[in-house]
C-alpha cells in the first residue's frame, strides 16, 4: 500500500500503482468504461463518499450536494469518483431496537470509507455527511488513513413553526410525554408531529450533529464556514464546490488528515463543544477520532475543556435558538473569535489553507444578535458537561450540565435492564419526582450498541417531572437535558458496579466533588450477585460486541484503544461510602 511517507510530491502517486503502466492496462479498461479518457489518468483520483439516503431528512439531500462537490474537483484539476456508505438515524430509531444499531453503524461507515478509498487507492477524498453518526464516522476513517481528506456536512434543517413559535424535533419527543400526561390530545401531537421537521436538513438545535459539525470546523478537518451554512440555503452550493477546489489543494500540497487533527486541534473541538452547550455525545467522538489518530486525548482532556470553556451559545436544549439562528448571527467563525480573543484555543492549520484564527477574524457578527455573548457574561458560568467518577462509575460517566442548576443530587434507585421498561414507568407515573432512574444492560456491550435515552428524557420533561435524575450506560441524544449522566463504564454487562445497584438504594450525585456513589457495600453484594443474562446478538450486533472497547475509551472497535484516564484522587470509592 502508498503511503504518504513513501510516495512521491505526484498528487497522483496513490492512484498512479491503479492506472499507470502497462500491467494496468485491466484496471484502465474498467476505468475507461466508467468515463474516464487518456487526460484523466494524470489527475488526482478523488473518492466522494456520500451517506445519502432517502430515509431522513438529515441525509435525503445529500445526493444534490455531491454534484457541487464533484465540479469544484474537476475545476481544481482532479477526478472525481463516487462512493455511497450507510446511514441509521437516531429520529426514527429511537425508543426502539433499532436503535441499537446506530452507534454501531459509526463503525462500519468508518470501514466502508477506508475500504473504498484503500481498495481502489485513491489520493483524496471528501466525506460528504448528515446524519450524527456519520460526521465522526468520517473524521475516524481520515484520521486512520491519514490521507488528504476533508469532512463536508449537509447542513442544519430549518425550524419548524407551529403558529408563532419556531420548533425543532426536540419539541416532539416532549409532545410524547405531554400526550401521556394527558396535557396534549391527538390533534395537539399531530400538529407537532407535523411541523418540526420542514425539509432537509439535520436536528435543528446543538444536538449531536451540529455539535459535531461545529467540533470539525474547529479542529480544521472541516472548511470553516461549509458547515455552517443551513441544507437548503441558497449559498450551500457554492461551499461543496469550494470543498471540491480545497480538496484537490490538499492533494497537490501533500497535506493529510493528521496534519489537522491532532491534540491542540481535538482541545479546541472539545472547548468549543463547551462553550455551545453541546452534545455529550461528542466525549465519546473526539476520543474516538483521538484513538483512530494515535493522539493521546481522552475523557480528562474533555472534563478540562469544560472547566476552561463556560458555555456562551444560547443553543437549544438548554437554551434558547436553534442551529440556524447561530448562522446567522454570525456562525461558528463567531464562536472561534470569541474563544481566541479570550485564549481558550491554540492557532491550527485548517483544510481551507488558512490558520483558524485567521478564519476567525473573518466573522461577521450580525448586529444584535442574542445568540453568542461574550465571555464577561456567559450563558452559564460552567462548561455543558462534567466526567464524573465514584463508586457507580469507577472509569468515569459524562454528566450534562446544560438545563439546571443542579450541584448535587440524592435519591432512591428505581432500577431497569432495559430503556423499554423505564419509559413505560415514565409514562405510567410509576417513577417520578425525587427518584434516580437507572437504565442498565444498554452498554457499548450489553445493548449491544449503547442507544440514547431521548424517549425517557422526553417523556419526563413532557410530564413535567423535574426533580428527578437518571443514570444509564448508555447514551443520551444531543436533544437530551436536565440532571443526566451516560456512558457510566464500566457498564452492567462488563460486570460495572452499576449492575450491583438494587432498587432504592440510596445514590448521591455530586457535581462538585465530581462523584457519583451509592449509600451501600456494593463490593459485599459481588460474592452473590448473578449478572442478569446479556441479550443475544447475532451477526453485525455480535462482532461489534466482541469488538467494543469501553465507553470511557469512545466505544471503538480499533485493536488496543488507549486506555481510560482516571484521575488518582477520583479513581478509588469514597471512604465515606463504604462506611455509610
Known amino acids: 500500500m502508498t503511503t504518504p511517507s513513501d510516495s512521491t510530491k505526484q498528487p497522483n502517486s496513490r492512484s498512479a500503482a491503479v492506472t499507470q503502466g502497462p500491467n494496468r492496462a485491466a484496471a484502465r479498461s474498467y476505468l475507461r468504461a466508467a468515463g474516464m479518457q487518456d487526460a484523466d489518468f494524470d489527475k488526482p483520483m478523488i473518492g466522494i463518499v456520500n451517506t445519502w439516503s432517502t430515509v431522513t431528512p438529515c441525509n435525503m439531500h445529500l445526493d444534490r450536494l455531491a454534484k457541487d462537490v464533484r465540479a469544484g474537483i474537476v475545476a481544481a484539476g482532479g477526478y472525481p469518483v463516487d462512493f455511497n456508505t450507510i446511514v441509521v438515524t437516531d429520529g426514527i430509531s429511537m425508543g426502539t431496537a433499532g436503535m441499537k444499531a446506530s452507534l454501531i453503524s459509526r463503525e462500519i461507515v468508518a470501514d466502508s470509507i477506508e475500504l473504498a478509498i484503500e481498495g481502489h487507492q485513491l489520493d483524496g477524498v471528501v466525506c460528504i455527511v448528515g446524519c450524527d453518526k456519520t460526521i465522526p464516522a468520517a473524521a475516524m476513517a481520515l484520521a486512520r488513513m491519514d490521507i488528504p481528506g476533508l469532512v463536508y456536512y449537509g447542513g442544519t434543517i430549518l ?29 395537539g401531537l399531530k400538529a407537532v408531529e407535523s411541523a418540526v421537521c420542514p425539509g432537509a436538513g439535520a436536528c435543528g438545535g446543538q444536538f449531536t450533529a451540529n455539535t459535531m459539525a461545529m467540533a470539525l ?68 467522538h473526539l476520543t474516538a477520532i483521538a484513538a483512530e489518530a494515535g493522539v493521546d486525548f481522552g475523557v480528562e482532556d474533555c472534563h478540562q475543556a469544560c472547566v476552561e470553556a463556560p458555555v456562551i451559545c444560547d443553543l437549544k436544549p438548554g437554551g434558547r435558538f436553534l442551529a440556524s439562528h447561530l ?167 462488563a460486570g460495572g458496579p452499576i449492575a450491583l445497584i438494587r432498587d432504592g438504594d440510596p445514590i448521591v450525585i455530586d457535581v462538585t466533588n465530581r462523584r457519583i456513589d451509592v449509600l451501600v457495600d456494593l463490593e459485599a453484594r459481588r460474592a452473590d450477585f448473578a449478572p442478569n443474562r446479556i441479550r443475544p446478538a447475532q451477526g453485525v450486533f455480535a462482532k ?37
Not at 461543496?240 to 480545497?246: A, I, K, Q, S, V
Not at 425517557?456 to 423535574?466: C, F, H, P
Open 327 to 493: 448562522y446567522a448571527a454570525g456562525g461558528t467563525r463567531l464562536v472561534a473569535q470569541r474563544l481566541a480573543e479570550a485564549g481558550k484555543i491554540a492557532n491550527v492549520p485548517t483544510v481551507s489553507g488558512r490558520s483558524l484564527f485567521a478564519e476567525a477574524g473573518d466573522a461577521e457578527e450580525q448586529p444584535g444578535q442574542q445568540v453568542v455573548t461574550r465571555f464577561e457574561a456567559p450563558v452559564m458560568a460552567r462548561g455543558s458537561y462534567a466526567v464524573i467518577y465514584g463508586d457507580v462509575a469507577p472509569e468515569g460517566a459524562v454528566i450534562k450540565l446544560t438545563g439546571h442548576k443542579v450541584d448535587r443530587f440524592e435519591g432512591p434507585a428505581a432500577v431497569f435492564d432495559c430503556e423499554e421498561d423505564a419509559f413505560h414507568a415514565v409514562q405510567d407515573g410509576s417513577v417520578g419526582e425525587g427518584d434516580v432512574i437507572i437504565i442498565r444492560y444498554e452498554g457499548p456491550k450489553g445493548g449491544p450498541g449503547m442507544r440514547e435515552m431521548l424517549q425517557v428524557t422526553a417523556a419526563l420533561k413532557g410530564r413535567k417531572v423535574e426533580n428527578v435524575a437518571l443514570l444509564t450506560d448508555g447514551r443520551f441524544s444531543g436533544a437530551s437535558y436536565g440532571f443526566v449522566a451516560g456512558h457510566v463504564s464500566p457498564e452492567a454487562a
Open 159 to 187: 425550524p419548524g413553526v407551529i403558529g408563532t413559535k419556531e420548533v425543532s424535533v426536540q419539541e416532539v419527543f416532549e409532545a410524547i410525554g405531554a400526550h401521556a400526561a394527558g396535557s396534549l390530545d391527538d390533534a
Open 544 to 580: 461489534y460486541r466482541a469488538a467494543v472497547a469501553s465507553a470511557s475509551q469512545g466505544a471503538v472497535t480499533i485493536p488496543n484503544p488507549p486506555p481510560a484516564q482516571i484521575p488518582a484522587d477520583l479513581a478509588a470509592c469514597s471512604t465515606e461510602t463504604a462506611a455509610s
Open 217 to 284: 470546523s474547529m479542529m480544521g478537518i472541516s472548511p470553516m464556514g461549509a458547515n455552517d451554512v443551513p441544507a437548503v440555503d441558497p449559498a450551500k452550493g457554492a461551499e461543496g464546490e469550494r470543498c471540491g477546489r480545497l480538496i484537490v489543494e490538499r492533494v497537490f500540497a501533500g497535506d493529510t488528515a493528521r496534519k489537522y487533527i491532532t491534540r491542540a486541534s481535538l482541545k479546541n473541538a472539545a472547548i468549543a463543544v463547551s462553550a455551545s452547550g453541546g452534545s455529550t455525545n461528542a466525549v465519546m
